[in-house]
């Protein structure tokens, strides 16, 4: 099974690392080169409404997001393209390790062979186990979140085709908005243990700081939409995490 790896181009020693422990563990990478946002100008961002994007988010799109966003949609497209039945999608900010594919195999094996399993999490809070795997490992969705991170992702060809479609136009980040099964209708579901860790690449993000979101807030009554959709997305967020698979 291939492992698509979206790296920009200015990030070759991120590219370097990731193909040296892939001749270690023998794994199949393909480089997805990441769209650098802060190379595309407002008005060329395709799929994209800033004030969509406010009323949601409460404030406005960085750079880096739209860049995040964009490069996974490319590596889903490349996915697909091949016809292969499913595929990790990572960043390459994390590290492989030998037991990445059987164990993330074994997940999508557990959901039913059908739908998206998130590797790699920042944070599980109110986690409800579904099922474990032949690994071993805890499949569940969280009663609340976000959880934080695409960074690593297994996915079939039928949900990749779904995501690809149902993530435009660009409303959340993509992180925010991979795990929404309840809008995007595909099978999600998260590990409760990370199945790979994160590499010394982690603290040197490319998409921004607390500084620059603090800079793109509004005010806390301009954000009320905001407070309002993030209220109702918790209530479905409870009712799928509780309903059936």
């Given at each position: 099974?291939?492992?698509?790896v ?21 794994l ?15 008005q ?6 800033q004030?969509?994007?406010i ?9 880096g ?5 964009r ?16 595929a990790?999608?990572m960043?390459?900010?994390i590290?492989?390790?030998?037991r ?5 195999i ?12 998130k ?9 409800k ?25 297994i ?29 995007t209708?595909?099978?999600?579901f ?11 690449y ?17 005010h806390f ?8 959709f ?9 009712r ?6």
């Amino acid at each position: 099974m291939r492992v698509y790896v979206i790296n920009l181009d200015r990030s070759p020693d991120r590219w370097e690392r990731l193909c040296s422990q892939a001749a270690e563990f023998d794994l199949d990478i393909t480089r997805i080169p990441g769209i650098d946002g802060k190379a595309v100008a407002d008005q060329d961002r395709v799929d994209f409404q800033q004030k969509s994007f406010i009323y949601h988010n409460g404030r406005k799109l960085l750079p880096g997001e739209y860049g995040c966003y964009r490069s996974h949609l490319l590596a889903l497209e490349q996915f697909v393209a091949t016809g292969d039945r499913m595929a990790i999608i990572m960043e390459d900010d994390i590290e492989l390790n030998e037991r990445l594919i059987p164990r993330a195999i074994a997940a999508m094996d557990s959901i039913g062979g059908t739908g998206l399993v998130k590797l790699v999490n920042h944070r599980l809070v109110g986690f409800k186990q579904v099922c474990e795997t032949a690994e071993h490992d805890v499949i569940g969705r969280c009663m609340h979140g976000p959880q934080g991170s695409a960074a690593c992702y297994i996915v079939d060809r039928k949900a990749a085709m779904k995501l690809l479609v149902t993530l435009k136009p660009l409303l959340l980040p993509y992180d925010v908005a991979l795990e929404r099964g309840w809008s995007t209708g595909i099978g999600t579901f998260a590990t409760l243990e990370n199945l790979a860790e994160f590499s010394p690449y982690r603290s040197d993000t490319t998409i921004g700081n607390r500084a620059h979101y603090r800079a793109v807030k509004r005010h806390f009554l301009l954000r009320m939409s905001t407070h309002w959709f993030r209220t109702c997305d918790q209530l479905r967020r409870w009712r799928y995490a509780v309903g059936s698979r």
